[in-house]
């Protein structure tokens, strides 16, 4: 246990001194393997990048960042938003329900929490602020909103996830969309148990006809179509999630030029875009296979699952105190990484505790979506702020996520002592 909070201690400790993620991973793994491991990761580091990189699965994840690139610039976020806000503006708690229903349908797309966050909340804050909803609900309901992009299918975490474990990515993302919508309904149920004590502003007066609700469906079609190519290929078994990733870019392109949002300028924005996110994972991944190369040599894994069998911990206390852990962690580390520096070494403890791995995937996933709402490191909570005028107070998005958290929290437990919530749909998916 020393050493695993040598790695960890270290880890913090570089990134304090402001090194990048990878850069720090990679500095770690090699000086532990200079001291330790007698320069086997020195001599060995070309063959695990290039051995590790070398998996068609990992095409996947520049893929979905395309896509979600593509719709985030191809104005589906903005007619979906409205589109939903004359559904929900009755509601209790209002609008601030298209917030999560809106993220939801466009977390089914974009696989990026990121950029969940950052499209939903450019649409908007605007229109909630104009209408004088409570500015902490507003940000929080955005930033928790926005975490959806990491769980429901498709997910960049769950295909680094399933790289790193060994774990079928196809099955992750079966097994995520049951959980995810119930998760988006714990979010909303959250809005409503805070609106009795924060009253949201009332309703239009003018009623919009049933018919004109309907017709508004129509601009959420897309959104369904690009979800229902991706998951239905996979869940038919018609393609690999890169394949799916591949399709749902060309769905996209077809419903963008449909909205006539497509451009050569919108394109060149939208790979560059791409191109950076997709290089910096991919840059964390690399190091942390390097990590991990380091600790197998260190037998650090064994020796932890030796150390918690001997300790004769129950597995529902082990799972709580991963809990703890991973919410502590989350308070210093961002969800990337956090999920590749810890995969070598918990998922070996959890498995001999008796706990499906693909199970721990979607409860690991959702610990990383917990991490991004929790301060001082959520990267959905300055991803939020920085939608804002210059010189806001940042507290105004840390209270309003408290109440998120309470629903993560809920769903937490849920998934803890009901798994069948997780494996119910990837069985089926088996028979």
Same mark, same amino acid.
């Given at each position: 246990m020393l050493i695993a909070l040598f790695f960890i201690s270290g880890?913090?400790?570089?990134?304090?001194?402001?090194?990048?993620? &990878?850069? &720090?991973?990679?500095?770690?793994?090699?000086? &532990?393997?200079?001291?330790?491991?007698?320069?086997?990761?020195?001599?060995?580091? +070309?063959?695990?990048?290039w051995d590790r990189m070398n998996e068609f699965s990992l095409v996947a994840i520049p893929l979905f960042v395309l896509l979600g690139e593509i719709l985030l610039r191809g104005g589906v976020a903005d007619k979906l938003y409205s589109s939903l806000a004359v559904w929900m503006e009755r509601w209790p708690g209002g609008l601030l329900h298209t917030n999560t229903v809106a993220s939801t349908l466009f977390a089914a797309t974009s696989g990026s929490s990121v950029a969940t966050a950052a499209t939903i909340g450019t649409v908007a804050i605007p229109t909630l602020e104009e209408r004088g909803y409570n500015k902490r609900m507003t940000f929080g309901s955005l930033a928790a909103g926005g975490t959806l992009g990491v769980l429901i299918p498709p997910s960049i975490l769950m295909i680094v996830y399933g790289t790193l474990a060994d774990i079928s990515v196809s099955e992750l993302f079966v097994a995520?969309?049951?959980? +995810?919508?119930?998760?988006?309904?714990?979010?909303?149920?959250?809005?409503?148990?805070?609106?009795?004590?924060? *009253?949201?502003?009332?309703?239009?007066?003018?009623? $919009? *006809?049933?018919?004109?609700?309907?017709?508004?469906?129509r601009e959420i079609i897309p959104t369904f179509v690009v979800f229902f190519v991706i998951m239905g290929s996979i869940y038919g078994g018609i393609a690999t999630p890169t394949e799916a990733a591949a399709l749902g870019i060309i769905c996209a392109l077809v419903l963008v030029a449909m909205n006539g949002r497509l451009s050569v300028a919108m394109l060149h924005e939208a790979f560059q875009g791409a191109f950076r996110t997709t290089s910096m994972i991919i840059l964390i991944i690399v190091s942390a296979f390097c990590l991990n190369f380091v600790i197998s040599i260190l037998g650090l894994?064994?020796?932890?699952? @030796?150390?918690?069998?001997?300790?004769?911990?129950?597995?529902?206390?082990?799972?709580?105190?991963?809990?703890?852990?991973?919410?502590?962690?989350?308070?210093?580390?961002?969800?990337?990484?956090?999920?590749?520096?810890?995969? +070598?070494? $918990?998922?070996?403890?959890?498995?001999?505790?008796?706990?499906?791995?693909?199970?721990?995937?979607?409860?690991?996933?959702?610990?990383?979506?917990?991490?991004?709402?929790?301060?001082? $490191?959520?990267?959905?909570?300055?991803?939020?702020?920085?939608? @804002?005028?210059?010189?806001?107070?940042?507290?105004? $998005?840390?209270? +309003?996520?408290?109440?998120?958290?309470?629903a993560f929290f809920a769903f937490i437990a849920l998934i803890i002592y009901f798994p069948e919530i997780v494996l119910w749909l990837p069985g089926l998916m088996e028979n």
């Open positions: 880890l913090l400790i570089l990134l304090f001194f402001g090194l990048h993620v &990878a850069s &720090a991973i990679v500095l770690l793994a090699v000086g &532990a393997d200079l001291i330790v491991g007698n320069g086997i990761l020195i001599d060995s580091l +070309g063959s695990i990048a995520a969309v049951i959980p +995810g919508l119930i998760l988006a309904g714990f979010m909303s149920l959250a809005i409503v148990v805070v609106s009795f004590f924060v *009253p949201s502003p009332k309703a239009a007066e003018t009623r $919009v *006809p049933l018919r004109e609700k309907f017709r508004a469906l894994p064994q020796s932890a699952s @030796r150390a918690i069998s001997e300790a004769g911990l129950s597995p529902y206390v082990l799972i709580w105190l991963l809990v703890l852990f991973y919410l502590l962690l989350g308070c210093f580390l961002e969800a990337v990484a956090m999920m590749v520096t810890t995969i +070598g070494i $918990v998922v070996p403890i959890v498995v001999a505790a008796g706990f499906d791995p693909l199970w721990f995937g979607i409860f690991l996933t959702t610990m990383m979506e917990l991490s991004l709402i929790t301060p001082p $490191v959520g990267l959905n909570l300055y991803v939020i702020q920085n939608l @804002r005028p210059r010189g806001s107070d940042i507290n105004d $998005v840390f209270i +309003g996520a408290v109440p998120f958290m309470g």
